[in-house]
Structures are given as C-alpha cells and as structure tokens.
C-alpha cells in the first residue's frame, strides 16, 4: 500500500507543481514584466490595457477631412444670400484658416487655434449686424450638408452638430 501510495504522491506533486503552481508563477512573472516595461515607457496601467479611442478629429479623416469640409462649407455659405452678408470684406483665406484651425481643436485634433473667443469674435456681428439664432441654423445646416457631401455618416454628423451647436450662445452673445 506505501508503495501505491508513493507511486501515486509523487506523479501527484509533479502534476499539481507543472500543471497548476507553474504556470502561475510564470503568469506573474511576465505580469511584472509587461508593468515594468510599461513604467519604463512611462504609461501607468491603465493607459497600457485601456484602448485608446480615437478623437473625432481623427475619426472624420483628420486635417485632409478638415480642409476639405471647411472648403466646402464657405462655398455653400458664401452662396446664400441670406448669411453671405456677413462674410463681406472678410480674407476668406484667414477666414479660412481660422475655421479650419477651430474645428481642427474642437474635434479633437491638435490645437493649433489662435483666434479670439466665440463671444468676442462674433459680439460686433450681433450687435451691429443683428447675427440672430435664425442665422445660426443656417450655418448649421450648410455645415450638415458639406458633412453629408463628404460622405460622413449621420451619427458622426451629429456629433459634430452638438460641438458646433454648443458655442451657440457664445457666437450669439447671450
């Protein structure tokens, strides 16, 4: 019966320490690794296992989207009589690039935007011009028809609507 026994104990002991005890401990030594070389990048843990998520930016095409959208947009904006005056006199090249520059930070991208605040840029537009909410929805919509000319899918439009739609009170000066 010892015998039996030994036979058993000792095939018993080399299953548990090669089929359980092993593979745990070599589990936890890469682990360590895999953190240490982690910190060596200099990314805590959960920068290293979380998945980065895109920006809007990016997801749109990023500054090829961008430029196109924003040549887009001032040609149908520049085309309606009804918000085209406020545009007159105005570099449309600056006017360009600013608006590329602002969308460009505000979808994400890099930051690259140094013009003035909504408030301040739009309050003599307001004021001396009578820029008005009804205006607002026009650019809105000039700017949801180049998305879908460029073939940006409506769940992405919207959500470039809600970024454009939340300087809203800034733009109109309330």
Same mark, same amino acid.
């Not at 947009?73 to 608006?99: N, P, T, W």
């Not at 991208?109 to 820029?131: A, I, S």
């Given at each position: 019966?010892?015998?039996?026994?030994?036979?058993?104990?000792y095939p018993f002991i080399l299953f548990v320490v090669l089929g359980v005890v092993a593979p745990v401990l070599l589990a936890n030594v890469a682990d360590k690794a895999a953190r240490r070389k982690d910190d060596d990048a200099g990314l805590s843990p959960v920068? &290293?296992?979380?998945? %980065?998520?895109?920006?809007?930016? *990016?997801?749109?095409?990023? !500054? =090829?989207?961008?430029? #196109?959208?924003?040549?887009?947009?001032?040609?149908?904006?520049?085309?309606? &009589?009804?918000?085209? %005056?406020?545009?007159?006199?105005? *570099?449309?090249?600056?006017? !360009? =690039?600013?608006?590329? #520059?602002?969308?460009?930070?505000?979808?994400?991208?890099?930051?690259?935007?140094?013009?003035?605040?909504?408030?301040?840029?739009?309050?003599?537009?307001?004021?001396?011009?009578?820029?008005?909410?009804?205006?607002?929805?026009?650019?809105?919509?000039?700017?949801?028809?180049?998305?879908?000319?460029?073939?940006?899918?409506?769940?992405?439009?919207?959500?470039?609507?809600?970024?454009?739609?939340?300087?809203?009170?800034?733009?109109?000066?309330?």
């Amino acid at each position: 019966m010892e015998q039996q026994l030994t036979a058993f104990i000792y095939p018993f002991i080399l299953f548990v320490v090669l089929g359980v005890v092993a593979p745990v401990l070599l589990a936890n030594v890469a682990d360590k690794a895999a953190r240490r070389k982690d910190d060596d990048a200099g990314l805590s843990p959960v920068a &290293a296992s979380a998945p %980065v998520e895109k920006s809007l930016y *990016d997801q749109l095409g990023g !500054a =090829a989207a961008v430029d #196109a959208a924003v040549d887009i947009f001032y040609r149908r904006v520049l085309s309606d &009589a009804y918000i085209k %005056v406020f545009f007159e006199g105005i *570099d449309m090249d600056k006017q !360009a =690039a600013k608006q590329n #520059a602002f969308l460009t930070m505000v979808l994400g991208g890099p930051n690259n935007y140094t013009g003035k605040d909504m408030r301040v840029g739009h309050k003599h537009l307001v004021e001396k011009m009578g820029l008005n909410e009804s205006h607002f929805e026009h650019v809105l919509a000039h700017l949801r028809s180049t998305l879908a000319e460029l073939g940006v899918g409506d769940e992405k439009v919207a959500e470039v609507i809600a970024v454009a739609d939340s300087v809203r009170d800034d733009v109109l000066n309330r």
